[in-house]
């Protein structure tokens, strides 16, 4: 079936590093997410992006978060600066109009 | 405040057994609600969902049961297999263009003992 596809799986970066989290989300889908999940702990909605633009984001999309999908290609995360609290599990999700998303496997990243 | 509360954390049940895995929610306004399975190392999968406007919703041996007025949803795994080992998530959220922002609980972990 139709999966989304994250890139790297892990990364590791030093506090104050900026990193870019990459996703390929199913071909023919329209919202894009990103859910962040720290170790033990829920999955928290971070930010949907529609249409070239950002929708919605939480508390947690901090200023130093920024989101992107240049035409056909990576949906990505970016964050810069990083600091020690983004230490988490990064799900991207995608989904086609009014149907629940469909989740990647994730990319770890540990600041350091 | 969480939106989202699931009960029990942990749950232990024998191969064949039903194993029941509770959620509630606090918004009034949220009318979809889908549940995640989650094995180690991958990123969830959705297993089955329902809208506010049913109360029952079956796929096989998952079966969700909803009660609006309650605030509460529980699903149900009957004939419970140890391949059914995994986290399972219920989630919530208010639909329309809306529908994929969710708001997880925080995971039951389910063990099926053959």
């Known amino acids: 079936g139709p999966k989304v596809l994250q890139i790297p799986s892990h990364q590791i970066i030093d506090m104050g590093q900026m990193v870019t989290l990459n996703c390929d989300p199913v071909s023919n889908h329209l919202y894009f997410y990103w859910y962040k999940q720290i170790l033990g702990q829920q999955m928290e909605f971070l930010v949907n992006?529609?249409?070239?633009?950002?929708?919605?984001k939480s508390k947690l999309f901090k200023d130093q978060f920024s989101v992107e999908r240049p035409d056909g290609s990576y949906f990505t995360l970016k964050i810069q600066p990083t600091a020690l609290e983004d230490s988490a599990v990064y799900f991207c999700?995608?989904?086609?109009?009014?149907?629940?998303?469909?989740f990647g496997e994730g990319t770890r990243l540990s600041v350091l | 405040q969480q939106q989202v509360r699931q009960s029990p954390q942990s749950l232990t049940v024998w191969e064949g057994e039903t194993a029941i895995l509770n959620c509630s929610y606090e918004?009034?306004?949220?009318?979809?609600f889908p549940w995640y399975q989650q094995f180690p190392g991958e990123g969830p999968a959705l297993l089955i969902s329902i809208r506010s406007v049913s109360d029952k919703k079956e796929d096989g041996r998952f079966t969700i049961f909803f009660n609006k007025r309650e605030k509460k949803l529980s699903l149900h795994i009957t004939d419970s297999q140890p391949g059914d080992s995994a986290t399972y998530f219920c989630a919530a959220s208010t639909g329309g263009s809306a529908l994929g922002r969710l708001h997880f609980g925080a995971g039951t972990q389910l063990i099926v003992i053959p």
């Open positions: 999700a995608s989904s086609f109009d009014n149907q629940a998303p469909l």
């Open positions: 992006f529609y249409n070239g633009k950002v929708m919605e």
């Open positions: 918004d009034s306004t949220f009318n979809y």
